[in-house]
């Protein structure tokens, strides 16, 4: 089951809401997009946000934990598995294991963090640059 786990939460990484995620951030970082631009590319809205200080500067969607949770069942199903048989306590665990590995797979092979929230939504975040600090002591 661990590999079919696996196995799905590559595919869902290679869908839609990641690839606009990721032509988003090449966009921003070849200075197209700037902090408070928000740029829609399908039918995902992106926003290019600058943290508190002006050190970094990224791409985020935030998106329904639903959405992605029908993405992984979907996927769950051309993998052979039938969730819809599976008891809701089966269905919890599985998709507890499918966020592990998708947010591993994100950050491994995408450099894109998953964060929890706000309410029952995820956010998905990649860096566009990051100021390097200098200690000149």
Same mark, same amino acid.
């Given at each position: 089951?661990?590999?079919?786990?696996?196995k799905a939460a590559q595919l869902v990484s290679k869908e839609e809401i990641f690839r606009?995620?990721?032509?988003?951030?090449?966009?921003?970082?070849?200075?197209?997009?700037?902090?408070?631009? !928000?740029?829609r590319i399908g039918e995902f809205e992106l926003v290019v946000a600058e943290d508190d200080?002006?050190?970094?500067?990224?791409?985020?969607?935030?998106?329904?934990?639903?959405?992605?949770?029908?993405?992984?069942?979907?996927?769950?199903?051309?993998?052979?598995?039938?969730?819809?048989?599976?008891?809701?306590?089966?269905?919890?665990?599985?998709?507890?294991?499918?966020? !592990?590995?998708?947010?591993?797979?994100?950050?491994?092979?995408?450099? !894109?963090?998953?964060?929890? @929230?706000? @309410?029952?939504?995820?956010?998905?975040?990649?860096?566009?640059?990051?100021q390097a600090r200098y200690d000149f002591r």
């Amino acid at each position: 089951m661990k590999d079919l786990i696996r196995k799905a939460a590559q595919l869902v990484s290679k869908e839609e809401i990641f690839r606009a995620l990721n032509y988003a951030t090449l966009k921003a970082r070849a200075g197209r997009l700037t902090p408070g631009e !928000i740029i829609r590319i399908g039918e995902f809205e992106l926003v290019v946000a600058e943290d508190d200080v002006g050190e970094s500067v990224a791409v985020q969607i935030i998106e329904e934990r639903s959405l992605v949770e029908d993405i992984a069942m979907a996927k769950a199903r051309e993998l052979g598995l039938a969730p819809e048989k599976w008891e809701e306590s089966e269905r919890i665990e599985w998709m507890a294991s499918f966020f !592990i590995e998708l947010r591993d797979n994100l950050r491994r092979w995408q450099d !894109i963090e998953t964060h929890q @929230g706000p @309410g029952e939504n995820l956010t998905f975040e990649k860096a566009v640059y990051k100021q390097a600090r200098y200690d000149f002591r």
